[in-house]
């Protein structure tokens, strides 16, 4: 082989190492630019991942926050219509209690409504011998009906007649101009044993304040529709 032949296949191999390199090259830099473009994708792709789920969670703050207001806003109202609804059933109270001061003014109805008063209390209290406390304006009255009020009650639970002593200690007055933040009293009586461990409070307005309790949630429902929970 001379040097001519050796020269051609010398540069033969040159050009066949060189194409080898060239492809190895070419496979390299595509592969390089598919795993940059993975990459890449996968990069934008968690981007967009965390993007939605901090719009996810702005969005559930934003709903949280609403229904938080809706239900400050309805508790808000709620409470201004229980609380017009305390004012209308108060006025209404008031109102009966005003109407009490009429009682006492018939004297004949008031002396007849002491002595079942006084019956009352003997009953409910059950002793020998009572204190009994009415207002000053009411002695008088008090005293006419004590002793049919002292038969009555012992013809009824069938025992001798109790001793009733009426107590110089009186109870407030009736509501007045002078005296409208003070303790009144719109009439009836306070009996109790002479120990003062049993008392029974049968004044018109303790009455009132027993029913008005009792009937309430009857007197909501006339008024409201309904009963309030």
């Known amino acids: 082989m001379n040097d001519a032949d050796v020269s051609k296949q010398i540069q033969q191999m040159v050009r ?7 492809e190895k090259a070419n496979e390299i830099s595509v592969s390089a630019e598919e795993e940059f473009n993975i990459e890449k994708l996968q990069l934008v792709e968690a981007e967009k991942k965390k993007i939605r789920q901090e719009y996810e969670k702005k969005g559930k703050q934003v709903e949280i926050r609403k229904k938080i207001e809706y239900s400050m ?18 006025a209404m109270k008031e109102s009966a209690s005003k109407d009490l001061l009429n009682v006492s003014r018939d004297h004949h109805v008031y002396k007849k409504l002491l002595k079942d008063l006084i019956v009352q209390g003997l009953v409910r209290l059950k ?27 012992a013809s009824k639970v069938n025992v001798h007649p109790p001793e009733i002593f009426i ?12 005296n409208a933040h003070g303790p009144f009293c719109s009439g009836g009586v306070v009996l109790a044993s002479r120990d003062g461990k049993i008392v029974c409070e ?22 409201f529709g309904r009963v309030a929970a």
């Open 167 to 178: 107590d110089s200690v009186h109870l407030p007055p009736a509501p007045s101009h002078h």
């Open 16 to 22: 066949f190492i060189r194409q080898e390199a060239e």
């Open 73 to 90: 806003q309805l508790n808000a109202s709620r409470i201004k219509v229980l609380q017009a609804q305390d004012d209308v059933v108060n």
């Open 127 to 153: 002793e020998p011998a009572v204190l009994l406390r009415c207002r000053k304006d009411d002695v008088h009255l008090v005293e006419s009906v004590l002793d049919s009020a002292k038969e009555e009650y």
């Open 202 to 223: 049968n004044t018109l307005d303790a009455r009132l304040d027993v029913a008005f309790r009792k009937k309430l949630p009857e007197i909501r429902k006339w008024l």
